[in-house]
């Protein structure tokens, strides 16, 4: 895909993201927010911590990353690290996967504020996604969060963290909607 193009897809799934959160989200009493369908699984507000979570470890490094001056590429390309992290995150891939203990937010005393943070993160994407018009997408330069030795190209992580916000705000409205259908058994 060529890279303009590919941006534009990312810029475009993050404002479908920002518009979620705003609409569909943000309203929700902090019952709806805090609810967990079963003990082991997240609430609303734990999905969006859990992003806000990535979002402090790959905005920086991305930032870096976008800093150094390249020559854009002709096409995006992916290698087999970056290929294998897009499957696991896809929503549609409808298989679980542990997460790191570190970005596992289940227990968290969470509050409103991490909506905010998440709007917050997702205007600093916009701009990260627009300052990586002038660089070289396929430059392996951003370190995986759990196993630093490895390196993803940029426009591989870019997406990459697209997706995975994707998958988890899927699972926060999924996790809304069981809420809300439960409402009475909330106002107990």
């Known amino acids: 895909m060529q890279p303009a193009t590919f941006l534009q897809t990312l810029h475009a799934a993050v404002r479908r993201l920002q518009a979620t959160t705003e609409t569909e989200l943000a309203p929700?009493?902090?019952?709806?927010?805090?609810?967990?369908?079963?003990?082991d699984s997240w609430s609303v507000l734990e999905c969006l911590e859990h992003l806000n979570r990535y979002?402090?470890?790959?905005?920086?490094?991305?930032?870096?990353?976008?800093?150094?001056?390249?020559s854009a590429a002709d096409e995006v390309r992916y290698s087999w690290l970056g290929r294998k992290s897009l499957d696991i995150v896809r929503p549609d891939n409808g298989q679980q996967h542990k997460t790191v203990k570190h970005m596992n937010p289940a227990?968290?005393?969470?509050?409103?504020?991490?909506?905010?943070?998440?709007l917050g993160h997702q205007a600093e994407l916009l701009y990260l996604?627009?300052?990586?018009r002038a660089t070289d997408l396929n430059r392996r330069a951003v370190p995986v969060?759990?196993?630093?030795?490895?390196?993803?190209r940029v426009g591989e992580t870019?997406?990459?963290?697209?997706r995975h916000q994707e998958?988890?705000?899927q699972q926060a409205q999924r996790v809304a909607r069981l809420a809300q259908a439960t409402a009475p058994v909330?106002?107990?």
């Open 28 to 39: 929700l009493p902090d019952a709806v927010l805090n609810f967990k369908p079963r003990p």
């Open 55 to 70: 979002s402090r470890y790959y905005h920086p490094a991305l930032a870096k990353a976008l800093a150094k001056q390249g």
């Open 107 to 118: 227990g968290s005393q969470l509050s409103r504020a991490v909506l905010t943070e998440f």
């Open 129 to 132: 996604l627009t300052a990586a």
């Open 145 to 152: 969060e759990f196993f630093r030795l490895l390196k993803l």
């Open 158 to 162: 870019l997406e990459f963290v697209v």
């Open 167 to 169: 998958r988890h705000l």
């Open 186 to 188: 909330l106002a107990v």
